[in-house]
């Protein structure tokens, strides 16, 4: 029997307080500039900046394969479109305009929802709106907004886990708790958030108990020690390596910074972002979970056998 304690989401609660500089001394947060080349997401999480939001009169859609922005420029004075500056890259945008001799900024979206085209960015100016046009790479992920915020991770991040649970694994049960139930808010009662027990008396610390965890995305959370991001970096990637923890096998390894059960909101975000760019850069391993549970989770991942195969037989798997 797996031991684990499965959260259903509450009705949500209110916003948690804005993130602080001094939770971590490893980094704010590490996201890669490209998708990860192995099949795992490492995540480094110290304390990460307050979520940079659009100006009040601004509206935004996702048509698709683009994503639009319009703000209300009417009433800053702008007189043509050599007042306004705009700065983007595949993973920001900054929009600034000159108003009354004055360099303001419109809006700073230090990181998008995803990546974009930056090289095929259009923006003109419609009577008293700008207009910023961003080209998407991952076309069929759906934006909820323009920035990789709290709230469009939560709302977002449904249509990449398609029905698969999250199971959160690592060595404190309390922080597994704290972090599952904060996801389970957030996504609300869509899809189930598992937290596991911590320690030798928790299934995920066992080798043989997996059988079951592979059928979600396992995030592993881990309380570093390092002074640095690269060296908390190294040392994840020491601990997927080498095998030395059941926790190795988990999809998604975070590391943090140290604990404080108040900022368990940035703790969660990071885990989200993590499962994020998982799911994008090996778009098939949803379905492949979903095909091992219809299975009957019958401990052949990540190499799955045909219908019909025992793992109690002597037959040797087909796999090999």
């Given amino acids: 029997m797996l031991a684990s304690t499965c959260f259903s989401a509450p009705p949500p609660s209110s916003s948690s307080p ?85 360099l303001r900024t419109l809006i700073n979206v230090k990181q998008l929802f995803d990546r974009i085209k930056s090289s095929e960015t259009i923006w003109f100016i419609d009577e008293d ?82 059988q079951y965890l592979h059928a979600g995305f396992t995030v592993w959370l881990s309380v570093s020690d390092a002074s640095d991001e690269a060296s908390a970096k190294e040392e994840a990637r020491r601990s997927v390596s080498s095998g030395n923890v059941a926790y190795a096998k988990a999809d998604v390894v975070v590391k943090l910074g140290g604990w404080d059960p108040e900022y368990t909101r940035a703790v969660a975000q990071g885990c989200l972002v993590a499962l994020k760019q998982l799911t994008l850069a090996d778009k098939k391993l949803a379905g492949k979970k979903s095909l091992y549970m219809r299975l009957g989770c019958r401990g052949d991942w990540p190499n799955i056998e045909p219908p019909g195969w025992d793992p109690d037989s002597d037959a040797p798997p087909t796999n090999i």
Wanted: hydrophobic share 40%; proline share 7%; net charge negative.
């Fill in 129 to 210: 709106q700008l207009v910023v046009n961003l080209k998407k790479v991952e076309q069929e992920l759906k934006w909820p907004d323009i920035d990789e915020s709290w709230e469009s991770l939560t709302s977002g991040i449904t249509q990449l886990l398609t029905g698969i649970s999250v199971h959160i694994v690592g060595d404190s049960t309390d922080i597994n708790e704290a972090v599952a139930k904060e996801i389970a808010e957030g996504i609300g009662h869509v899809r189930t958030v598992v937290a596991t027990l911590g320690g030798k008396q928790g299934a995920a610390s066992r080798f043989d108990k997996w």
């Fill in 18 to 102: 804005s993130i602080p500089t001094h939770l971590a001394t490893l980094c704010c947060c590490f996201r890669p500039p490209a998708r990860p080349p192995w099949p795992r997401s490492l995540l480094l999480l110290g304390a990460f900046p307050p979520p940079t939001r659009p100006l009040p009169r601004a509206s935004f859609t996702d048509g698709g394969g683009e994503v639009e922005l319009r703000l209300d420029i009417g009433k800053l004075g702008i007189e043509n479109s050599r007042d306004v500056f705009v700065d983007v890259d595949d993973t920001s945008l900054l929009l600034r305009a000159k108003s009354d001799g004055t």
